[in-house]
């Protein structure tokens, strides 16, 4: 009896874990940058997640973010070059995946 309960308190509590990270990706950034980055692995340019860990504690980071959106680059990731605004995107949807961005190491 000890055992299957905790057995469930384990269970739960990587239940608990897993979702903690589990957010999913604004539909703009699936649409102009899905392709090529996702929010927990690397595809073919950085993970989102690391990103956002190379900018935590900045209080520019969403603004540094978006400058090197708009530039485009491979901003020392070595895994190739992003165009100039990705797929695209508007300086408005720009400025928020930043935000968003910015905020996941949080």
């Known amino acids: 009896m000890k055992s299957n309960i905790a057995s469930m308190i384990a269970v739960a509590g990587l239940t608990f874990a897993g979702s903690a990270l589990a957010v999913d990706m604004p539909a703009e ?19 989102w997640m690391d990103v956002s860990k190379k900018y935590k504690g900045d209080p520019a980071a969403a603004a540094k973010i978006a400058a090197n959106i708009t530039k485009g680059g ?12 990705g797929m695209n995107a508007s300086d408005a949807e720009i400025k928020k995946l ?5 905020g996941l190491a949080k």
């Open 29 to 47: 950034g699936k649409a102009k940058c899905g392709a090529c980055h996702a929010i927990d692995r690397k595809v073919m340019g950085p993970s």
């Open 74 to 85: 491979a901003f020392g990731w070595k895994s190739g070059n992003m165009p100039p605004k």
């Open 98 to 102: 930043s935000s968003f961005i910015a």
